[in-house]
């Protein structure tokens, strides 16, 4: 994460909020101001990790490798019927 903000302040994004946001949770991590559960970005990526094992669930997968070589298989699926299509829709 630290790498990732030193990248963005060298690309002149530091200011953007999400960067912000960013910075804010790394040094609340680092310095352990808070506990980390609760740091907004790390409950934030609980619950969407939350809602995504849930989705995986009621689409019937019993693990993420199951649900992840799915995702694979629709996205050669999808990369399939993409290069069927004929090169005058095709934008460049």
């Known amino acids: ?7 963005e302040a060298l690309a002149g994004r ?6 912000r946001l960013a910075a804010r949770t790394w040094l609340a991590i680092r310095e352990n101001v808070v506990p ?3 740091v907004h970005y790390v409950r934030a990526l609980c619950r969407t990790s939350l809602r995504a094992v849930s989705q995986n669930l009621r689409q ?3 693990s993420q490798a199951e649900a992840d070589r ?9 990369r399939d019927l993409l ?9 460049e």
Do not use: H, T
Not at 70 to 78: H, N, Q, T, Y
């Open 70 to 78: 799915a995702e694979l298989e629709a996205g050669s699926i999808l």
């Open 83 to 91: 290069d069927q299509v004929p090169d005058e829709f095709n934008a």
């Open 36 to 38: 980390i559960e609760n």
């Open 1 to 7: 994460m630290a790498k990732n903000l030193e990248l």
């Open 60 to 62: 019937g997968y019993r």
């Open 14 to 19: 530091a200011q953007q909020p999400l960067n």
